[in-house]
């Protein structure tokens, strides 16, 4: 059977990596999880002071990260590497959180960003989730799904998720971390955040993982 790209675009927060995750499982596909690079592109320029207005800095970084994926054997996840030290639990720290958005906003950035994740997808046989796979990334992607959910429903998640890991934020803060994540990807010059003419929308708010997975499969299957 022919392998295919499955594009899953939208917010933060709307179950996208779960459901990404579990569709990737179910169909013996590889899973990348976009969002994780620019988390660890944003670690390193905290880490090495990287000036986000300044060309010069932002290039001399970008030629000094290496990211990758891999299989930790500990919790049969595969985890994020920068540099070759995991940094899978760092990167989802609300600190990376509230810059993430900004260090992504950045054109080079996402250059180096979509370039390596179109050589990851290269074969086909993979579910991507991000905010510019369909797009940009994958235009060509055989499926595309572009998620939402309200605003407190992904607030809610994001904060048990968080809670889930020892860290303890305020409602308030996650919706306003939420709110100018979505105002800085919505409208960045370079691949801004957007449904894809030919993607299909799935609003998450009242939906179970469980659901979720199903809906993305038969999309797939209709494809197949
Ligand atoms: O998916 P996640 O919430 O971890 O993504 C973190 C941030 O990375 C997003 O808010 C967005 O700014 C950025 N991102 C992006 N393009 C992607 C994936 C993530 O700009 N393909």
Same mark, same amino acid.
């Given at each position: ?10 917010? &933060? &927060? ?18 990348? =999880?976009?969002?994780?690079?620019? $988390?660890?592109?944003? *670690?390193?320029?905290?880490?090495? $002071?990287? *000036?986000?207005? &300044? ?34 639990? %760092?990167?989802? !720290? ?5 810059? @993430? ?24 046989? @993979? ?9 940009? @990334?994958?235009? =060509? ?23 889930? !890991?020892?860290?303890? @934020?305020?409602?308030? %803060? ?15 010059? %370079? ?6 003419? =030919? ?14 997975? %199903? ?8 494809? *197949?």
């Amino acid at each position: 059977m022919p392998k295919i790209v499955i594009a899953i675009d939208g917010y &933060s &927060s709307c179950g996208k990596s779960t459901t990404a995750k579990a569709v990737a499982a179910r169909m013996g596909y590889g899973y990348i =999880d976009t969002g994780a690079m620019y $988390r660890a592109v944003s *670690l390193y320029f905290i880490q090495e $002071r990287v *000036l986000l207005t &300044s060309h010069r800095d932002v290039m001399l970084a970008l030629e000094n990260i290496h990211i990758a994926f891999k299989h930790n054997p500990r919790t049969g996840k595969n985890e994020t590497c920068l540099n070759g030290l995991n940094v899978e639990e %760092e990167i989802r !720290k609300m600190y990376i959180s509230n810059i @993430v958005s900004e260090v992504s906003a950045i054109p080079e950035v996402r250059w180096a960003m979509v370039a390596q994740q179109q050589k990851m997808g290269r074969r086909r046989g @993979v579910v991507m989730d991000g905010r510019d796979i369909g797009t940009k @990334v994958f235009p =060509d992607a055989e499926v595309k799904v572009f998620m939402t959910a309200d605003t407190y429903t992904r607030a809610r998640r994001r904060q048990q998720e968080l809670l889930a !890991k020892g860290e303890m @934020v305020n409602l308030e %803060e996650i919706i306003r971390n939420l709110e100018k994540r979505d105002l800085i990807d919505t409208t960045r010059a %370079e691949s801004p955040l957007i449904q894809a003419p =030919d993607a299909e929308l799935l609003d998450t708010s009242y939906m179970t993982i469980e659901e979720q997975v %199903e809906w993305v499969l038969e999309l797939a299957d209709r494809k *197949l």
